[in-house]
Every structure is written in C-alpha cells, then in structure tokens.
C-alpha cells in the first residue's frame, strides 16, 4: 500500500498569532528537527525566541542558518546543567527585552540506544545520562524559570513525548521510561506553575518523524511505515507538529495545562486498522 501524501509546506497561513511574544526554543540541530520547524512557524506567526541546544550540537553549525533566517540569537546550554540554564534565563530575557511567554523543549537522547544496548542490558551510567538529558532537564529547566520568575503571566511550556511512555515499543529503549518520567513532571511544574503563575505546561505526543533523534530508534523505518498504516490520518509530520505547538503558544489555549496530548493521526486511539488485516490476511 503507498503511504498517504503528506504536505511538505504548511497549509495554513499566518495569523500573527504570537505576535509580541518571546520564548526560548530548545533542540533545533538541523532541518529536520522538529524544534526547527517550530521555530520557522513561530517566526511566521510573529514570535521572537532566543535559540539553544548543546554546546556540542552547536558546533556542526547548522542551527546559525536559523538564526539568521529568523533573526534571532543562538545561547549554547547543555540543558542538563543548572548554571548554563541560568545563564540561558537571564540573558534571554534581556535579549528578547521581557519575560518569557514560551519555552519548547525538544530534547532526547539515549547512550544505551546509542550504543546498541537492549532494554534487559542497559549499563547504569549510560541510563542515568540519557534520563537526564532526556527527562530530568525539563524539570531543570523549569526551576530555572520559576526561579528567576522568568515566565510571563499566561505563558505556555511544550515539551515532546512518544506513546511508548504508556504502550511497550519495544526498541524505544530507557526512552520510555525517559518519557513517562517527562510527562509526569509536566503534570507536577504544571501545578505548581499554574497556581502561582498562571502559566500551562504540556507534553505533545508526536507520531514517529524522521529526524536525528527519531532515526537513531533500530527498526526505525518498520516502525514509521507501521504507524502510517495504523493512523487514520497518517503519521503526523514535523511541520504539522509545528502548527500544533503554535496553538499550544497562543492565547487559544489558556486553560489547557498538565495534559499530554496526542498528536498522531489517530494512532494512539486504534485497535487495528484495514490495511494492517489485510497485511496479515493470507489469500
Ligand atoms: N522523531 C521522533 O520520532 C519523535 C517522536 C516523538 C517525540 N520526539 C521527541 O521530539 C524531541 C525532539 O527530537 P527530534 O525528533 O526533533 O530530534 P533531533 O535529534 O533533531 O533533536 C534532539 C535534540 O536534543 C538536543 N540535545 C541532546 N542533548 C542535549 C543536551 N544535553 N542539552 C541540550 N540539548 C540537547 C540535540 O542537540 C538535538 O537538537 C525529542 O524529545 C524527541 O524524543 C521525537
């Protein structure tokens, strides 16, 4: 069965619907990038940011062609230590020139999947550096905002997730348990940034993409072809994943908060589909 077509340019128009608004974009390592895509779009809806990502990430360069493509300026912080996130606070807001009204965070990483290690062979170290940097670093990074009272009143935080925090993927690896761990921090800062700040937190659970992050998961192509086959809408793509996180950030959405929502054609809420049965259907 062909895979469904998939738009390459956003469908929608501009709305100016952030504009005036000022956030912090984290995980924009090339074109393929969600967080790049989310940048390009805010950019088009009138949003101004302040890029970041890993002082290591920021070494192959790419994410200044973004930055010059949207007029912004680039702060390198490993999102996993509290003194750069600090610095990264502080200096945004000075550069943007007021509180922060979004943050994205677009962050994933495993050693154990990097390395080849399975679920029932991970090495210790390697699951602590990859639940840090995966999942730990959203709390970090919200601290770091509360801290210096860095969000604007209604402000809105988005951080990326994957089913596999509530289903079994087998190959998603501690990634997993990254995710749940995630979402449930988003629910937690959510509280607590909410009543004292009127600001919402929320996890999107995006369909499998074709990124860096997204390709390094084994079977990575069986598994995409799988999930277009099951989502009757189609995969979601990274540019659709954009649209939504533009909604997330604008004043449409203010009482939605500590949710994780599902973003994946369907996916997340099917059984079987057709073209699945009739894969396995034998003539
Ligand atoms: N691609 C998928 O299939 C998929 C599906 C659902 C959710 N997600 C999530 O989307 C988010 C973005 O990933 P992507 O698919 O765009 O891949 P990507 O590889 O383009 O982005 C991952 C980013 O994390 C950054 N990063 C790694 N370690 C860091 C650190 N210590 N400090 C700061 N940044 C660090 C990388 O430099 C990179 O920019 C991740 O949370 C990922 O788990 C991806």
Known sequence: MALKEQPTESITMSYNLLKGKRGIIFGALDENSIAWKTAERIHEEGGTFVLTNAPVAMRLGQIKD???KTGSEVIPADATSEEDLANLV?????ILGGKIDFVLHAIGM???????????????????KGWDVSALSFHKVMQSLYKADAMAEWGSIVA???????????DYNDMADNKAYLESVARSFGYFFGKEKNVRVNTISQSPTPTTAGQGVKGFGGFISYAE????????????????TVTL????????????LFHDGGFS??????????????E
């Open 110 to 128: 495993s050693v154990n999947v990097r390395k080849g290690r399975s679920y029932t062979d991970e090495k210790y170290d390697f699951t602590n």
């Open 229 to 244: 086959k099951m989502s009757p809408l189609g995969n979601a793509t990274a540019l659709e994943c954009a649209d939504y």
């Open 66 to 68: 973004l930055a010059e």
């Open 90 to 94: 502080a200096k945004s807001v000075e």
């Open 249 to 260: 950030f604008s004043d449409l959405t203010r009482k939605v908060t500590m949710q994780n």
């Open 269 to 282: 809420n099917t059984g079987v589909s057709q073209e699945v049965i009739e894969h396995f259907t034998e």
């Open 160 to 170: 990326l997730t994957y089913m596999a925090a509530q289903r079994v993927f087998p």
